[in-house]
């Protein structure tokens, strides 16, 4: 079946360091590929999305890219913030009828030093 | 816009015990979901509605039913708590088919659920 492995976490870093989460997944068929992040207390937001290879999501500074032949979509962020400390979760979405049946991988918790 | 709410946001109950979590989204969706998040598990599909009327089961059903009340409401009951049962439940809502890339899902802030 499918899965989404994540890097193991937490990861710590120091404001305005360069953050790379690792991302592999295992699917049949061609998944849409989504990163969520989960703020303290909150449920989960959507972050970034991509749908085939080689495109780019993007969105808050953050970017991550489909890469078929590698499987994977690592998430990246050039200066992390104090602000972005949270788990964050790589989640894979079948083609075709999915009705919410994203696959997670286990989430990395960031934590950001001032 | 309120989004999704979830009551209550803790609750502690006692083996054998049964319980009803409620879900409300505002934002006119036509699919709902309810998701288990345990440590190094990532999140799981307990059940799912793709709209009114409809329930369907997701990976991790047993232990668990569900109402869809109304387009608005999807509630998750626990007939006889267990120790296993012990988690962090979310609801989420989609507009469309969700999961799929053009229909994310919107979370609600969670339930903590501890069962002795």
């Known amino acids: 079946g499918d899965s989404v492995t994540q890097m193991e976490g937490p990861v710590t870093l120091s404001e305005e360091a360069f953050l790379t989460i690792n991302c592999t997944y295992t699917?049949?068929?061609?998944?849409?590929l989504f990163w969520y992040v989960q703020y303290p207390g909150e449920g989960l937001q959507l972050l970034l999305k991509a749908t085939k290879a080689d495109d780019k999501g993007s969105n808050k500074g953050f970017e991550a890219t489909y890469r078929k032949e590698t499987t994977s979509f690592h998430l990246e962020k050039g200066s992390v913030q104090v602000s972005d400390s949270a788990v964050y979760f790589c989640?894979?979405?079948?083609?075709?009828?999915?009705?919410?049946?994203?696959?997670f991988g286990q989430g990395t918790i960031l934590t950001v030093h001032p | 816009n309120a989004g999704v709410t979830q009551t209550p946001k803790f609750q502690v109950l006692k083996t054998g015990q049964s319980m009803t979590l409620q879900c409300a989204q505002d934002?006119?969706?036509?699919?709902m979901y309810w998701y288990r998040q345990d440590p190094g598990m990532g999140l799981r599909l307990i059940y799912y509605?793709?709209?009114?009327?409809?329930?369907d089961k997701g990976e991790v059903p047993n232990g668990y039913n569900v109402s869809r009340l109304n387009k608005r409401e999807f509630s998750l009951r626990l007939e006889s708590a267990a120790p296993s049962q012990t988690s962090v439940y979310f609801c989420a809502s989609s507009e469309g088919q969700g999961g799929s890339y053009n229909s994310p899902l919107h979370f609600g802030n969670g339930t903590r659920l501890t069962v002795t």
């Open positions: 509605s793709a709209s009114e009327g409809t329930t």
């Open positions: 699917a049949t068929g061609y998944p849409s």
């Open positions: 989640a894979l979405s079948p083609g075709g009828t999915s009705y919410g049946k994203l696959t």
């Open positions: 934002m006119n969706h036509n699919s």
